[in-house]
């Protein structure tokens, strides 16, 4: 019996869920549409372009949708066995409230889940490629292309200490740096060796590939040049990841590219690494939304008599609204440095946890 009256759950739910999703999708881009408009009429933006902006949206929509239509629909389902006295009939065979929540519960995981994986895997790079065009179409600036870059790296070679990169100019779409000057020093950190270059290329060997080189080789007290048309060393190995501009959007980059963006900022302003550290915890914990108000939905879908339905998604909508509140203040207090960004990230998921499953636990049937 008890496996039946899941798969009924789980399947109303789901009917539910497809549609609500959907209905949420849609607001979502007739508001972003609606917010660009005049813009798109003032740049001649043609329809075709703004069609393909609007598809390339459709993964974010979904994204941002799993949540309010998880939370409707399993609201909606719950008080609906309620309001129609199935829940009555459910508890008088003996199956406790607690036990017939089991597969909701389990659904919010799975969804939390594919939020994140769906976020990695399709969001991201349709959400990047929507605010490429968007940009190019509006006349927008949004590139990870830098200028006048310094970076100081540990040599991995044992005869060498730090090598340390110059560019004028980045290309993050080619991979390119422009007008480079690499200084190599010794393990007294003395100077050993400068490498003028005009350009180069990061190869998929793993290291970067110089043309127009002139070195400057220094022994003792002399100094000898050279020029190369070409010049690679394994030792030049740093990643082209670390040469972006800081300012992109840490949201926009996969976990590995987050991560070097980070190893990068770390080095370089402290402060700023603190907002984007907050930010990368963010995207783990956000995932888990999804389980954190289908547990308040299903705690308060069974305590009212009257308007069951009604004020069953008022107040889950209202606490989950304070718990969008809540994590948008940790982590402002997080990137502020009132408190450290894994608590400002993680905070508000833990505490709603603990008051989804008290208010679980306090069902008495």
Partial sequence: MIPTLWKYITRQIILSFLPAIFCFMLILE????????NRYISNNVAIIDIVKIFLLYIPKTISYSLSPALLFSGTFVLAGLYSNNELISILNAGISYKRLIIPIIALGVFISLFSFVFNEFAVISTFKMKNEVSSDLLGFSNSFNN????????????????????????????????????LITDNNN?????IDASWGIYTENGFWELNNVLIYTFLDSTVNSQYTDTYSENNLT???????????????LKIHEARRLLERVELINFVEYRSYYTDFLE??????????????SSA??????????????????????????????????????????????????????????????????
Wanted: proline share 3%; hydrophobic share 50%; aromatic share 16%.
């Fill in 190 to 194: 003395e100077l050993k060796q400068r």
């Fill in 147 to 182: 200028s006048q870059i310094v970076i100081k790296t540990k040599s991995a070679n044992i005869n060498e200490n730090h090598i340390i990169y110059y560019a004028k100019y980045y290309d993050d779409e080619n991979r390119k740096i422009n007008n480079a000057v690499i």
């Fill in 283 to 296: 995207r783990f914990s956000f995932s888990f939304t999804p389980l954190i108000v289908i547990m308040i």
């Fill in 300 to 365: 308060f879908a069974w305590r009212f008599k009257k308007n069951i339905l009604l004020f069953s998604i008022l107040l889950s909508l209202s606490i989950s609204v304070l718990y969008y509140v809540f994590e948008m203040i940790s982590i402002l207090l997080a990137k502020q440095g009132f408190i450290p960004p894994a608590v400002g990230a993680w905070f508000p998921f833990v505490l709603f946890f603990i008051f989804g499953s008290l208010l679980l636990n306090s069902v008495k049937t």
């Fill in 30 to 37: 007739f508001v972003d549409l609606f917010t660009n408009i």
């Fill in 238 to 252: 740093l990643h082209p990841d670390y040469m972006r501009n800081t300012s992109a959007v840490i949201s926009e």
